[in-house]
């Protein structure tokens, strides 16, 4: 077993056998729940070190381990329940997207039948919806997006965190629908918001300022001053990304991709 790192660690910090990561979430875990301390779960998906989720390998192979270790339990167990989520989220980081659709569903089905909250319902609706868009199925993906941004507006109002991260959930499957106006819009309206209330650097406000540069450079009637907004945007995110992130990680590799198009 070699030495991964896949988060957003630089130089040598963040090197680590993946069994080890798993072995330590679940000590932390388990003692965390025996001597009822703050729970150590994230563990199970964000380094201690830099404080960013793992991603690619490292994620599905955590999110696997993560529900070995709390199969056996009671489908009601909080626990189990979260390691559900982790095994679909794992598998969507390595593109095992028509398994974690599966695994997404039943999770939905479970927690439905199980009472859990409307926000708790509407976050599974989220990934749900953006696992539909992967595979294709766009005007499912749009419809349960617009719903989940409409209900959390009602609920939050266009300024929590869970709206504005919906938000650039619904501005995506509008871009995949070619629906570029609606698209610049949206952001151009609600990317201000979450400049300001979650911070530049925040993964949400950097994927908002990203899709808006899109939203300008993919449509067919955008002028040359759209483009050199779209290719300034995208040249700021990038250099954001990489100072957050490091050269190496998806999100800063998306921001760069894009950055080409443009």
């Not at 955590?62 to 679909?88: F, N, Q």
């Not at 995949?176 to 530049?200: H, I, W």
Request: aromatic share 8%; net charge neutral; hydrophobic share 40%.
């Amino acid at each position: 077993e070699g030495l991964v790192r896949m988060c957003a660690c630089r130089g040598t910090s963040g090197f680590a056998h993946v069994s080890c990561l798993a072995e330590q979430a679940k000590i932390l875990c388990a003692e965390a729940e025996e001597n009822n301390k703050v729970s150590q779960w994230h563990r199970w998906h964000t380094c201690s070190l830099c404080e960013q989720k793992y991603h690619g390998d490292v994620a599905c192979a955590l999110g696997w381990a993560c529900w070995k270790t709390y199969l056996g339990r009671p489908e009601a167990d909080w626990a189990r329940r979260l390691a559900m989520s982790a095994l679909g989220n794992g598998l969507a980081e390595t593109m095992h997207h028509t398994d974690a659709l599966s695994v997404k569903e039943a999770e939905f089905s479970m927690e439905r039948r199980l009472g859990a909250s409307e926000v708790e319902l509407l976050v599974l609706q989220s990934n749900l919806a953006i696992t539909y868009g992967t595979l294709g199925r766009v005007e499912e993906a749009l419809q349960m997006k617009r719903d989940v941004y409409n209900a959390y507006l009602k609920l939050h109002g266009e300024e929590h965190g869970n709206t504005l991260r919906a938000t650039n959930n619904y501005a995506v499957s509008l871009l995949d629908q070619q629906r570029f106006k609606e698209a610049r819009s949206l952001l151009r309206k609600t990317t201000p918001m979450a400049r300001r209330v979650l911070g530049e650097r925040h993964e949400t406000t950097l994927r908002m300022r990203w899709n808006y540069a899109r939203a300008l450079y993919r449509d067919d009637a955008t002028t040359l001053d759209d483009l050199r907004d779209a290719v300034s945007t995208l040249e700021d995110t990038v250099r954001l990304a990489r100072h957050v992130f490091g050269g190496t990680h998806p999100i800063t590799e998306a921001a760069e991709c894009f950055l080409r198009d443009a």
